[in-house]
Nanobody
Framework: VQLQASGGGLVQAGESLRLRCVVS????????MAWYRQAPGTQRDMVAG???????KYTDSVKGRFIISRDDAKNTMYLQMNSLKPEDTAVYYC???????????WGQGTQVTVSS
């Protein structure tokens, strides 16, 4: 199983990005999935999660700005990031929800850089 995150880039504060995660195989459709991020010198933390049934959860710092969604027919998960802030700068990763199941091998992630 491979996790391929894409869609990152360099944007200015206030702008938007949409991240995409393609999961090889059908693992995504049977598990809660999540987006994580890791800034330099920090640990990797969950940003948003989505259950098989579509229930979502977000860390407080992104509530109201980020939207997680999934398309199981395409084995794809998305993260719409609006009103980006410099503190959102990090490498973003996708994986299964570590609070509900064992995570898969981590992919390379996608870099998001927000300038002020």
């Amino acid at each position: 199983v491979q996790l391929q995150a894409s869609g990152g880039g360099l944007v200015q504060a206030g702008e938007s990005l949409r991240l995409r995660c393609v999961v090889s195989g059908s693992i995504a459709s049977n598990n809660s999935m999540a987006w994580y991020r890791q800034a330099p010198g920090t640990q990797r933390d969950m940003v948003a999660g989505i259950s098989v049934g579509g229930r979502t959860k977000y860390t407080d710092s992104v509530k109201g700005r980020f939207i997680i969604s999934r398309d199981d027919a395409k084995n794809t998960m998305y993260l719409q990031m609006n009103s980006l802030k410099p503190e959102d700068t990090a490498v973003y990763y996708c994986n299964t929800d570590l609070y509900t199941t064992t995570t898969l091998a981590w992919g390379q992630g996608t870099q998001v850089t927000v300038s002020s």
